[in-house]
């Protein structure tokens, strides 16, 4: 439980195994859901970040595993909703980050994913995939009418993958490389 | 079988994942109750990170604003002692005193002076869910806090308690779209049902066409609702228009307009009154209090005496002038207004002249 290993594949085919230490692997999401709670009150434009999801992202990208990103994006969204309001019932992000923490594994083990603009437009991709999928389910479990206005999102999926590129890097100093 | 689950290990995974959560989301939606025991756990574990934060943010926030205050003041100061005489110097003191004082004071003005009971809070983080409008305050079961109870601000209401946790508890605000609260207007009484979209305005609801609402007419908390007491201020009306079936009025909530820091959670709520008299925070122009020349002109003396019936602040008609003569009259001859059995005071002497005794009270009781 001290390390937990993810691989990268560089250009070249072969395989870079990376490390991190079990508080990077629990901190860090726990660090981002903690700014989704606090910094929007002071900052409300930055209420359109989801750090979670770009964390999400980025473990599920470096374990390579469908199985571990899987069980990474249930855990960090279900700690996401047990933060939302009694009304939002458990599941509903854990749903939506299994899903997105399956696919990122998935494409992280048939492509070269350690570019910057590769990860960004992963980031860009997966959220508009979690707004929409998230909408999805609100209206066909919960009966919410909840608007989606694809441009809307479309906007913030772009400022979310142009600041995963500098926070990606930023986690990949966290790494230890063997 | 074996086989299958090995070839398809990932996605049967993943099938077990979503179901098991489906099977969750259907237990809460089915059953209608939440999953307490988890939330709990996450509130407690970030509780007092986030008054840590919020504790750090408020120290450093105060310094700052006293050391750039104090800094201002200096400068504010030497340029005055240059242009404006004192009088100007002290008015402009009490201004930035007036501007800087603070919120807390002025929570704890409002507190002491509501009827209702309450405990001040602290707002220390948002809720993660996209759509809705809810922030944790620092009070939780633990403070006495329960499900339902209404949260204001001197400005206005805040929202209402929907989850409580032993330190913590969360807060609908007004602006959620699925907040609910019965209002009325202040001048019209007309009654409606306030509802949050949202955004930063909120609509009052069920509001006929025929009904007569001037846009800028402000509302406040009916009572009808059972969570908020009545004559709490809601916000004034920025649009109103007939619709379709009903009228269309959106309101700018007053409580949410100057941020969320500090708040009051109504334990104890006690329904006020609805006066049409103006609100407190709109400007009201006051004449100065007039000075004692009527009072003397008539001879009688604005000061009450001890013991006797309070008088009038001010003698400023002829009314109140002949109430404080024959108020003279009276105690100049030891009578005491109101009590039966003492004779009528002989009002044809001004109570500097001698007084003959009054005539002993009729035998008969005296005609009404």
Redesign the interface.
């Known amino acids: 439980m001290s390390e937990a290993r993810g691989r990268f594949r560089d250009s070249a085919g072969a395989a870079a195994s990376s490390k991190y230490h079990w508080t990077v692997i629990v901190g860090v999401p726990l660090a981002a859901?903690?700014f989704?709670?606090?910094v929007?009150?002071?900052f409300a434009d930055l209420?359109y970040l989801e750090l979670p999801l770009l964390v999400t992202v980025y473990f599920s990208l470096t374990f390579r595993s469908?199985?571990a990103g899987?069980?990474y994006g249930?855990s960090v969204g279900?700690?996401?909703?047990?933060?939302?309001?009694?009304?939002?019932?458990?599941?509903?992000?854990?749903?939506v980050k299994?899903?997105v923490g399956?696919f990122t594994a998935?494409v992280s083990q048939r492509f070269d994913v350690r570019s910057s603009s590769i990860r960004a437009i992963l980031a860009f991709f997966f959220y508009f995939f979690h707004e929409f999928f998230?909408w999805v389910l609100?209206r066909a479990?919960?009966g919410?009418s909840?608007d989606f206005d694809p441009v809307r999102t479309l906007v913030r999926a772009a400022l979310n993958g142009a600041v995963a590129a500098p926070l990606f890097l930023l986690l990949d100093k966290l790494k230890t490389t063997e | 079988m074996d086989f299958f689950l090995n070839r398809y290990r990932n996605l049967t995974a993943l099938l077990v994942a979503i179901l098991a959560q489906l099977g969750l989301l259907a237990y809460q939606i089915k059953s209608g109750e939440d999953v307490r025991l988890i939330r709990v756990w996450a509130v407690t574990a970030v509780t007092p990170l986030a008054r840590f934060i919020e504790g750090g943010r408020g120290g450093l926030a105060h310094f700052l604003k006293n050391y750039f205050l104090l800094w201002n003041v200096q400068e504010e100061n030497q340029r005055l002692k240059a242009d404006l005489d004192r009088t100007e110097m002290e008015n402009q003191y009490l201004r930035a005193q007036l501007s800087t004082a603070d919120r807390a004071t002025a929570l704890a003005i409002f507190q002491k002076t509501s009827q209702s009971k309450t405990l001040a809070a602290r707002v220390i983080g948002n809720t993660t869910d996209p759509n809705g409008r809810a922030v944790i305050v620092d009070r939780g079961a633990a403070d006495g806090i329960q499900k339902g109870m209404a949260v204001i601000k001197p400005e206005g209401i805040v929202g209402k308690v929907i989850g409580v946790f032993p330190h913590a508890a969360d807060v609908l605000l007004v602006t959620d779209p699925s907040f609910a609260a019965g209002v009325v207007s202040q001048k019209n009484r007309v009654h409606g049902t306030l509802k949050g979209q949202g955004q930063s305005t909120v609509i009052v609801d069920y509001i006929q066409n025929e009904e007569t609402l001037e846009p800028g007419e402000w509302f406040l908390t009916s009572g009808d609702d059972l969570v908020f007491p009545r004559g709490i201020l809601v916000g004034q009306a920025t649009v109103v228009r007939p619709g379709k079936i009903r009228k269309e009025v959106y309101l700018t909530p007053s409580g949410t307009q100057s941020g969320l820091e500090d708040v009051l959670i109504v334990l104890d709520g006690v329904h006020g009154t609805i006066t049409e008299a103006p609100l407190p925070n709109q400007p009201v122009h006051v004449l100065p209090p007039p000075d004692n020349d009527a009072a003397a002109d008539s001879g009688a003396d604005p000061r009450p005496a001890a013991g006797s019936q309070p008088a009038p602040q001010s003698v400023a008609t002829d009314l109140d002038r002949s109430v404080e003569h024959y108020r003279a009259v009276g105690a100049a001859q030891n009578h005491k207004y109101g009590d039966k059995n003492s004779p009528a005071p002989n009002y044809n002497v001004t109570p500097d002249s001698p007084v003959r005794p009054p005539s002993p009270p009729p035998s008969s009781p005296p005609r009404p």
């Not at chain 1, 909703?81 to 749903?95: C, E, F, K, N, W």
């Open positions: 859901i903690l989704q709670v606090y929007p009150r002071f209420a469908p199985m899987l069980l249930a279900l700690a996401q909703d047990s933060l939302a309001r009694p009304q939002h019932p458990l599941g509903m992000y854990g749903i299994t899903l399956f998935f998230y609100s479990l919960l919410e909840v």
